[in-house]
């Protein structure tokens, strides 16, 4: 056995705010992080990205003092620091926005923006003035306004997002960390949060931007970092060419704009990727009787007589604001919220999950790792979870090896990674968790897929892989709800696409007519 050779200690570079050197780690033996340096200048953002799998949280739960590196060197403003547990981070100002919300749902909102703070003088608050100033902080911060005295578990998952990023933003941060903040986001939340960005980036604040939204990147990054297999490939700037850019025509800034992040992708993948490149479109569902019907759904405070139909081979997407409805309809749909109206699947009338379930429904939740997959169990147990009938004898036990077979095929198919059935799913990148649902319904045989927010936080590869696996379901005939607030993957995916304003339909938009500029007129209100 040979002794490997020390590594000499690395030197932060010259005027960086935050550098990580040589950052190693291994997880049972196996090593997911080989050796990388990330630095962080004052007022600049830098985007970190990758596929699932890459090492991006592995290395930002190192920086937030949840993982201890095996080796490397992270420093602050030139000076070396240690950060053992999550308390050293908190204390050196490092504050991060996670991909998974960490909130106590019982708290009202005030309660969780300021927690661990005291905001009152001598031990005492008044919870009318703490309601007020958090109020006027949400609106200020990050233009959400909402009630402070509503519970945490009561808001959406965009509303839980924003008041996880203010609460970030009003800590001052030395760092901020911000992991897929805008995937639960409408457009006019996300220009929010770059306006947030650019006054922190202005005030000398050193901003890591985690985010599988690469224009999104183009437009919040100076400077992208692309991680693959825990290594980091390369680097893209995003700002040496902004003198050219202003100079140009618009149409020409936007071919510029593809040229980096085409480049970003062939990083990050190791190929290039054209996500909705030869989807089928002309014909699809026509002169087919609907297989999911909705009349008249309403949900109080949220939906206000939504009707719309979904027929064989076509996808109907779904899009608005927050507070436009769309946050709430798919859980409408699959029985999952009480609501007023009808909802068919074929001719069967759906009341509860387990109706929505049974008559071939399939339901792809927003909050997967809440709703989605069983966290503790392994990825054989989350597939044949709606497959009793295949996986059980008589129905009365549980035939392991059809359970392990089922589960191995799925795993193939859909590209899970690792690919091993008995990997357990809360240890599992996003992406793949949410390949683990699909395949679950897949595996079922479902015939109607509502999809809602179906590859947030999910990288380019992974929804690519989504994508495919979903096209041939379609070609085979099932009918596809895509509940999103991603106006790329809405145009690029729907072939009818309606609009939600205030809880109605406000305008249904054809394939050959969607553009997201014109989609985000129409839900903004700015446009019929």
């Not at 049974?358 to 339901?363: E, I, L, M, N, P």
């Not at 179906?454 to 929804?463: L, N, Y």
């Not at 007519?513 to 903004?524: F, G, I, K, P, Y």
Request: aromatic share 2%.
């Amino acid at each position: 056995m040979t002794t490997p050779t020390p590594t000499p200690t690395p030197t932060p570079t010259p005027g960086a705010a935050l550098a990580l050197r040589s950052i190693v780690k291994s997880f049972a033996g196996v090593e997911v992080l080989h050796g990388v340096d990330l630095d962080v200048a004052p007022g600049e953002v830098v985007a970190l990205v990758g596929e699932n799998g890459a090492g991006k949280s592995t290395l930002i739960k190192i920086l937030t003092g949840f993982h201890p590196a095996d080796s490397g060197t992270i420093s602050l403003g030139g000076v070396p620091v240690r950060i053992a547990t999550a308390a050293d981070a908190e204390r050196l100002g490092i504050r991060v926005v996670h991909q998974d919300r960490h909130q106590a749902g019982r708290l009202t909102v005030a309660e969780q923006l300021y927690l661990g703070r005291s905001e009152g003088r001598r031990g005492w608050v008044s919870p009318r003035a703490l309601r007020r100033r958090a109020e006027s902080d949400l609106r200020a911060s990050v233009g959400l306004e909402i009630s402070a005295d509503l519970l945490v578990d009561d808001l959406t998952v965009a509303e839980r997002q924003l008041l996880q990023i203010a609460r970030a933003v009003l800590s001052e941060p030395r760092v901020l960390v911000l992991d897929e903040p805008t995937a639960p986001l409408a457009a006019h939340d996300v220009a929010r949060l770059v306006e947030t960005v650019a006054r922190l980036r202005s005030r000398g604040v050193p901003i890591v931007y985690i985010s599988h939204y690469l224009q999104e990147v183009d437009d919040i990054a100076d400077r992208v970092v692309v991680l693959r297999n825990g290594s980091v490939v390369g680097e893209v700037d995003l700002r040496d060419d902004a003198d050219e850019v202003t100079a140009t025509s618009r149409e020409a800034s936007e071919d510029l704009a593809r040229t980096r992040l085409d480049r970003v992708v062939e990083l990050m993948v190791g190929r290039r990727v054209d996500e909705y490149g030869g989807r089928r479109r002309d014909g699809a569902g026509l002169g087919a009787d609907p297989s999911l019907v909705i009349e008249g759904l309403s949900v109080a405070g949220h939906l206000d007589g939504v009707d719309l139909a979904v027929r064989p081979g076509e996808i109907v997407g779904v899009t608005g604001l927050v507070g436009s409805g769309v946050e709430v309809l798919a859980e409408a749909v699959t029985g999952l919220r009480r609501r007023g109206g009808a909802v068919r699947v074929g001719t069967r009338s759906i009341r509860t999950p387990a109706a929505f379930v049974r008559a071939g429904g399939a339901h792809v939740p927003s909050d997967r790792r809440r709703d989605g997959v069983v966290l503790r169990h392994t990825v054989r147990e989350n597939i044949a979870l709606a497959s009793p009938r295949v996986t059980s004898r008589l129905g009365l036990w549980v035939d392991r090896g059809r359970e392990r077979e089922l589960a191995r095929q799925q795993v193939a198919h859909v590209d899970v990674r690792p690919a091993d059935p008995e990997s357990v799913a809360g240890r599992l990148s996003g992406g793949n968790q949410q390949k683990v649902v699909l395949g679950r319904w897949l595996a079922a045989g479902s015939r109607v897929f509502v999809l809602d927010q179906p590859t947030a936080g999910v990288d380019v590869g992974s929804r690519q892989a989504v994508y495919d696996r979903v096209e041939e379901q379609l070609r085979d005939g099932a009918a596809v709800l895509l509940v999103t607030v991603d106006l790329d993957e809405l145009v690029g995916l729907a072939d009818h696409i309606v609009v939600l304003y205030r809880g109605r339909v406000r305008a249904v938009i054809e394939h050959a007519d969607a553009t997201v500029d014109r989609v985000l007129a129409v839900a903004s209100g700015a446009a019929a």
